[in-house]
Protein backbone atom coordinates (compact mmCIF):
# COMPACT_ATOMS: atom_id res chain seq x y z
CA UNK A 1 0.00 0.00 0.00
CA UNK A 2 3.13 2.10 0.95
CA UNK A 3 4.41 1.93 -2.58
CA UNK A 4 0.76 2.97 -4.17
CA UNK A 5 0.55 5.71 -2.56
CA UNK A 6 4.11 6.71 -3.21
CA UNK A 7 2.64 6.45 -7.07
CA UNK A 8 -0.03 8.52 -6.72
CA UNK A 9 2.17 11.22 -5.13
CA UNK A 10 4.69 10.85 -8.36
CA UNK A 11 1.61 10.93 -10.33
CA UNK A 12 -0.04 14.40 -8.80
CA UNK A 13 3.96 15.74 -8.83
CA UNK A 14 3.80 14.91 -12.91
CA UNK A 15 0.83 16.75 -13.49
CA UNK A 16 1.25 19.80 -11.53
CA UNK A 17 4.81 20.27 -12.41
CA UNK A 18 3.89 19.73 -16.31
CA UNK A 19 0.58 22.00 -15.84
CA UNK A 20 2.34 24.89 -14.26
CA UNK A 21 5.19 24.79 -17.09
CA UNK A 22 3.44 24.63 -19.83
CA UNK A 23 1.19 27.53 -19.20
CA UNK A 24 1.64 30.47 -21.38
CA UNK A 25 1.58 31.01 -25.08
CA UNK A 26 0.27 27.63 -26.75
CA UNK A 27 2.73 26.96 -29.60
CA UNK A 28 6.25 28.05 -27.82
CA UNK A 29 7.77 27.82 -24.50
CA UNK A 30 10.60 29.75 -22.73
CA UNK A 31 14.19 28.30 -22.23
CA UNK A 32 13.36 28.59 -17.79
CA UNK A 33 9.97 26.19 -18.70
CA UNK A 34 12.25 23.78 -20.77
CA UNK A 35 14.61 23.45 -18.21
CA UNK A 36 11.99 22.94 -15.87
CA UNK A 37 10.03 20.54 -17.49
CA UNK A 38 13.37 18.55 -18.02
CA UNK A 39 14.63 18.70 -14.63
CA UNK A 40 10.96 17.68 -13.41
CA UNK A 41 11.47 14.48 -16.04
CA UNK A 42 14.69 13.85 -14.25
CA UNK A 43 13.76 13.74 -10.98
CA UNK A 44 10.51 11.83 -12.04
CA UNK A 45 12.90 9.14 -13.53
CA UNK A 46 15.18 8.94 -10.58
CA UNK A 47 12.41 8.79 -8.39
CA UNK A 48 10.60 5.95 -10.28
CA UNK A 49 14.01 3.76 -10.42
CA UNK A 50 14.33 3.59 -6.61
CA UNK A 51 10.82 2.66 -5.81
CA UNK A 52 10.39 -0.65 -4.72
CA UNK A 53 13.61 -0.87 -3.45
CA UNK A 54 13.14 -2.13 0.00
CA UNK A 55 13.29 -4.68 2.36
CA UNK A 56 13.01 -8.41 0.36
CA UNK A 57 9.58 -10.17 0.47
CA UNK A 58 9.23 -14.00 -0.65
CA UNK A 59 9.92 -14.93 -4.01
CA UNK A 60 6.66 -14.40 -5.30
CA UNK A 61 6.17 -10.68 -4.09
CA UNK A 62 9.55 -10.01 -5.65
CA UNK A 63 8.42 -11.31 -8.93
CA UNK A 64 5.29 -9.78 -8.92
CA UNK A 65 7.02 -6.18 -8.62
CA UNK A 66 9.12 -7.29 -11.55
CA UNK A 67 6.28 -8.16 -13.85
CA UNK A 68 4.99 -4.38 -12.94
CA UNK A 69 7.86 -2.90 -13.39
CA UNK A 70 8.64 -4.51 -16.24
CA UNK A 71 4.90 -4.25 -18.02
CA UNK A 72 4.66 -0.52 -17.48
CA UNK A 73 7.68 1.36 -17.30
CA UNK A 74 10.68 -0.28 -19.44
CA UNK A 75 9.80 0.79 -22.76
CA UNK A 76 6.88 3.80 -22.43
CA UNK A 77 8.84 5.60 -19.23
CA UNK A 78 11.97 5.64 -21.69
CA UNK A 79 9.77 6.35 -25.08
CA UNK A 80 7.57 9.02 -23.66
CA UNK A 81 10.20 11.04 -21.90
CA UNK A 82 12.32 11.08 -25.44
CA UNK A 83 9.45 12.03 -27.52
CA UNK A 84 9.14 14.98 -24.53
CA UNK A 85 12.39 16.19 -24.73
CA UNK A 86 12.84 15.93 -28.32
CA UNK A 87 9.28 18.07 -28.79
CA UNK A 88 11.04 20.58 -25.71
CA UNK A 89 14.04 21.14 -27.73
CA UNK A 90 13.27 20.72 -31.34
CA UNK A 91 10.03 22.11 -31.70
CA UNK A 92 9.50 24.07 -28.12
CA UNK A 93 6.39 23.21 -27.68
CA UNK A 94 4.57 20.15 -26.04
CA UNK A 95 2.00 17.72 -27.28
CA UNK A 96 -0.28 16.89 -24.42
CA UNK A 97 -0.81 13.18 -25.45
CA UNK A 98 2.76 12.89 -24.27
CA UNK A 99 2.54 13.53 -20.52
CA UNK A 100 -1.36 11.95 -21.19
CA UNK A 101 0.79 8.55 -22.21
CA UNK A 102 3.55 8.93 -19.50
CA UNK A 103 0.90 8.84 -16.59
CA UNK A 104 -0.92 6.22 -17.86
CA UNK A 105 1.90 4.17 -18.07
CA UNK A 106 2.62 4.60 -14.38
CA UNK A 107 -1.04 3.82 -13.76
CA UNK A 108 -0.75 0.68 -15.49
CA UNK A 109 1.58 -0.45 -13.22
CA UNK A 110 -0.22 0.65 -10.34
CA UNK A 111 -3.14 -0.95 -11.62
CA UNK A 112 -0.95 -4.10 -12.40
CA UNK A 113 0.42 -3.79 -8.60
CA UNK A 114 -2.58 -4.16 -7.14
CA UNK A 115 -4.30 -7.03 -9.27
CA UNK A 116 -0.90 -9.10 -8.12
CA UNK A 117 -0.76 -8.13 -4.97
CA UNK A 118 -4.65 -9.25 -4.35
CA UNK A 119 -4.32 -12.38 -6.75
CA UNK A 120 -4.71 -15.67 -4.90
Same mark, same amino acid.
Given at each position: ?????????????????????????????????????????????????????????????????? !??????? %??? @?? #?? =? +??? $????????????? !??????? %??? @?? #?? =? +??? $?????
Amino acid at each position: MKNIIYYLLLLVFIALVAGSLTMGRPQTMGMHQMIGLSAALVVYVVAMSFVGEGKNQDERAILHKN !LANRAGL %IAG @TI #IF =S +LGI $LYQLFITHSIDYW !LLIGLIA %INL @TK #II =S +LIY $LENKK
